[in-house]
């Protein structure tokens, strides 16, 4: 049997036996789905000394059971664990989650569960008198499926994903942001709890930015195909899946998008598809995932880093994460609570060498603000020659 590996020296866990046999043969929904919980405003508001980071690998693998998915490997920091999964990614901080799958994962449907644990295991009760749950926020969001009708349950259609987190949450709204042409996106979030709100003088802007792009340059979408077979393995301790993955991260350039990684880990699935996680200065990650097949080929990118600690703006990696796909279409995302010198560079983005832009808007959202820009490419037949360029 394929060992199951911890090294505590390294804060790295690896789970060889799945990594080797997983296969990806079939067709794969890509876009993923995005729930960020934040149980507390800050680790500073936490009552008590346990955290989520105190919740035991074997509980994490019972959420994620609920969610359809498997852990391949953790990274983890003084302030962070990163878990690459079979599909996407989860990060677990001691007072928020995010939590990224794909394919046709049940996302929501770990809700009751990971807050019945957190009551149980850490004393928090979120519960309010109405019966509803109130952390300080959550936010849900995804782009238009490719194929919706092979989704499971409430994840076939955005109406009932809504109604069902509104049978968890108090105060909720929900938006559809973009043309209705199968590239919009939509986002669920609540209203920030006051009493859960504290604002801490030390604290920094929360973002959270994203590149969506579908129809990916062929060329480029070669680079995450691999020629491996489910079942093979370097040696007992090491298996294919991480060490193609971490090679496709050098040559891609993907694990150095602000020049600067700490903890890189990488998968590259069998016959095709690439997942990542990255993290800096201990508390930042970004994640990436690739499914290069076609006739639905995507890739995303997420991050809550903050760039300019590292010389650059979210328009240069912007640029960045663009050269390594060529997309035909793409949209972006930016989630912010506040504004700076990185949103306003975003923001005045309004021409892109080989796109044209086909919507920008603009919400503010309580506490945060939401700038969503969709491109697309003027003459698809250049793609491959595609330079893109400010």
Not at 137 to 163: C, G
Not at 171 to 187: A, E, M, T, V
Not at 355 to 360: A, E, L, Q, R, S
Request: hydrophobic letters at 35%.
């Amino acid at each position: 049997m394929t060992p199951v590996t911890f090294n505590a020296a390294e804060n790295t866990y690896i789970d060889h036996e799945l990594s080797i046999n997983l296969d990806s043969t079939e067709a794969f929904e890509g876009p993923e789905k995005l729930l960020e919980i934040w149980f507390y405003h800050s680790e500073k508001d936490i009552p008590g000394d346990k955290t989520l980071r105190s919740i035991s690998f074997d509980d994490w693998g019972k959420i994620l059971d609920l969610v359809n998915c498997k852990v391949l490997s953790v990274k983890s920091t003084s302030k962070l664990d990163a878990f690459l999964l079979s599909e996407s990614s989860l990060f677990v901080y001691d007072h928020k989650l995010i939590l990224k799958t794909c394919g046709t994962t049940t996302t929501l449907h770990c809700l009751g569960s990971l807050f019945e644990m957190v009551k149980i295991q850490l004393g928090w009760n979120f519960t309010n008198k109405k019966n509803r749950l109130e952390p300080s926020k959550v936010f849900y969001s995804r782009r238009a499926f490719m194929f919706p009708l092979k989704q499971k349950s409430i994840h076939k259609n955005w109406t009932d994903e809504v109604d069902y987190l509104n049978g968890f949450f108090e105060n909720g709204s929900h938006y559809l942001i973009g043309r209705i042409d199968n590239n919009h996106w939509h986002l669920y979030t609540t209203e920030p709890t006051s009493e859960k709100s504290t604002i801490h003088d030390d604290e920094e802007i929360d973002e959270t930015f994203e590149i969506l792009m579908t129809e990916l340059s062929p060329d480029r979408a070669l680079q995450f195909h691999t020629s491996r077979k489910p079942g093979f393995e370097i040696d007992e301790e090491h298996d294919l899946g991480h060490f193609l993955g971490h090679s496709t991260s050098n040559n891609t350039g993907l694990n150095n998008l602000y020049n600067k990684v700490e903890e890189h880990d990488a998968f590259a699935f069998t016959p095709c598809g690439y997942s990542s996680n990255s993290i800096l200065d201990d508390d930042s990650y970004y994640t990436i995932h690739v499914t290069p097949e076609k006739d639905w080929s995507y890739a995303s990118f997420e991050s809550n880093v903050n760039p300019l600690k590292y010389g650059l703006n979210n328009v240069d990696v912007l640029y960045k994460v663009l050269n390594v796909f060529k997309p035909h279409k793409f949209q972006f995302t930016l989630f912010c609570s506040g504004y700076g010198k990185d949103f306003e560079a975003l923001r005045r983005l309004d021409h892109i060498k080989g796109y044209k832009k086909v919507d920008k808007i603009l919400y503010d959202l309580d506490n945060y603000q939401l700038l969503y820009v969709s491109f697309q490419i003027d003459e698809a037949e250049l793609i491959n020659g595609l330079s893109i360029e400010y």
